[in-house]
């Protein structure tokens, strides 16, 4: 009998847009995370793409070499399972599928390009492994703040659920770049920033206003330059890499005025750090500002952390995967209150939904992963009927594929828009373009969850929840849908057998009730 390996070294590479970063850890069966080795190296990537759109050949060329120089660091640890994803800095470049083409190449690393969904999920997922002992998310108002070289991100839980998150393009280093050459030709360059920032966060205070912020989280690599700065003075508090709100605000008004080499020469800090500091303080600020807290908590996490949580969960198969399943769903029913849907209606398709899945599990094979997607289609499945009652099918895929949930990448979101899409009266067709671009898996994914859903609604087309108990019986090509109900069904009857014919086109088996 095979034994079952308890622990592995892996790897986490992430590329930046300021830095290249790589991680080696053993991880175990019970979840811990060894960090063994962190390795670092700056790259030009984000100021090629935040300037000019594009990465350069010459930076290419480095981030080749330098990738190439983690793998053979991954050839001395013997890796065989790693991650590597890439953020905004490649994401948004015109010529991303170059440099992620000759980055494979020449260093047989394959990058993944994740969006910002994906980049959220994997942050989110560090932070609930790793800061669960200070209770920063129970029956809390929490704010917690990502600022990245690219992009910040907003999220905002209340009670240990994530009710919505924000992301607006402006991260340090492309702050930086927007405002180039500026610095010496106005007198307060840091107010024109300031008020630049300002403008860009009227939605997050508008969701925000009403709420009385408890915690501040704020994280980001850049960020760890001010807690080291404010650390430096001598007046912070050093438990749990707290930083008191007085001891920010007082490092801020004297750094806002100061010139970059008067910085230098006080903090001795590097060039590259300097570039962004400005930037970052800025942006720190002015959320420190929106939450009002007398102090701000910087956890020591990083997306690369959250790579190597993920890779854990999914070699070991932990149950702890399950925690951000409640974040996802959580947003998914900001989404429904946002356009009206009735939720007592969609929650109760969706419990019907699930219980068709797991009761036919040995017919279809599909995972949890397919199981997340029916989940999340059935809550919103309704959502095109706030825009369009007459066509509420494409408004429907409108929404969904235009939402920033988290943990999926576009395929998936295409996948999820396409169920809702086709819980209607229309099927799946090869001339839709939503349907064309999945492959073939995801095409029968799509069809045999719409077919699914398609039954669910039809079960509680009157919205009275009428039927208490649902037991399914397979002989033969038959599939038989025992109901339990006190009330007259005939109208779901009716809808059922009418959605009949494309469960049983893409089942190979005949729904009767």
């Known amino acids: 009998m095979k034994s079952i390996k308890l622990s592995q070294t892996v790897a986490a590479i992430d590329a930046g847009s300021n830095y290249l970063r790589m991680s080696i850890a053993d991880i175990d069966h019970d979840g811990h995370i060894n960090v063994l080795e962190d390795l670092i190296k700056p790259t030009n990537i984000g100021r090629d793409t935040f300037s000019s759109g594009r990465i350069s050949v010459d930076t290419i060329h480095n981030t080749c070499n330098d990738i190439k120089g983690f793998t053979q660091v991954m050839k001395d640890y ?3 399972n790693y991650k590597a994803v890439c953020t905004s800095g490649i994401r948004e470049a015109e010529n991303k599928q170059y440099i ?7 260093t047989g690393i394959e990058i993944e390009d994740i969006n910002v969904s994906q980049e959220r999920f994997y942050i989110m997922k560090a932070l609930k492994y790793n800061i669960s002992e200070f209770n920063f998310f129970d029956k809390k108002t ?3 703040i990502n600022i990245t070289t690219g992009s910040v991100e907003a999220s905002i839980f209340e009670d240990n659920k994530l009710k919505f998150t924000e992301h607006i393009q402006i991260g340090s280093l492309r702050l930086k770049e927007t405002f180039t050459g500026l610095e010496n030709k106005i007198m307060n360059f840091s107010n024109l920033m300031k008020e630049y920032v300002e403008s860009k966060l009227y939605w997050i205070k508008s969701n925000t206003k009403h709420l009385k912020i408890e915690n501040l989280i704020i994280i980001g690599g850049e960020v760890h330059t001010i807690v080291n700065l404010i650390n430096s003075r001598g007046n912070n508090s050093k438990m749990n890499n707290i930083i008191l709100g007085k001891d920010f605000k007082s490092l801020y008004n004297e750094i806002k005025n100061m010139t970059e080499d008067q910085i230098t020469f006080k903090y001795k800090i590097s060039a590259i750090k300097m570039n962004l500091l400005l930037p970052t303080l800025i942006l720190f600020n002015c959320f420190y500002k929106m939450a009002n807290t007398e102090s701000i908590y910087n956890p020591n996490i990083t997306l690369r952390l ?4 993920d890779l854990s969960d999914k070699i070991f198969n932990l149950p702890r995967k399950s925690k951000l399943i409640d974040d996802i769903l959580s947003s998914i029913d900001h989404i429904a209150d946002k356009y009206k849907i009735d939720k007592i209606h969609s929650n109760y398709v969706e419990k019907i939904a699930l219980s068709i899945f797991d009761q036919t599990l040995k017919i279809h094979k599909m995972g949890e992963s397919e199981r997340l997607y029916l989940q999340v289609s059935s809550r919103i499945h309704d959502v095109g009927q ?3 009652a007459v066509d509420p099918e494409i408004q429907a895929y409108n929404i969904i594929i235009n939402q920033d949930i988290m943990g999926f990448s576009y395929r998936e979101l295409n996948i999820i828009a396409s169920i809702a899409k086709y819980h209607w009266d229309i099927i799946p067709k090869e001339s839709d373009y939503n349907y064309s671009i999945l492959d073939s898996r995801d095409k029968m994914v799509t069809s045999m969850l719409s077919a699914i859903l398609k039954l669910s609604e039809a079960l509680d087309t009157s919205h009275l929840q009428k039927i208490t108990d649902i037991k399914l019986t397979k002989n033969g090509d038959m ?4 109901t339990t109900s006190e009330k ?4 779901e009857e009716w809808a059922f057998n009418s959605k009949a014919n494309f469960f049983q086109e893409v089942f190979g088996i005949k729904p009767t009730i």
């Open 142 to 144: 929490t704010l917690v």
């Open 100 to 106: 992620l083409e000759q980055i494979k190449l020449r």
């Open 78 to 80: 013997k890796i065989k």
């Open 386 to 388: 706030f825009i369009d």
């Open 306 to 309: 959250g790579v190597l949580q």
């Open 479 to 482: 599939l038989f849908f025992n």
């Open 488 to 491: 007259d069904i005939s109208l």
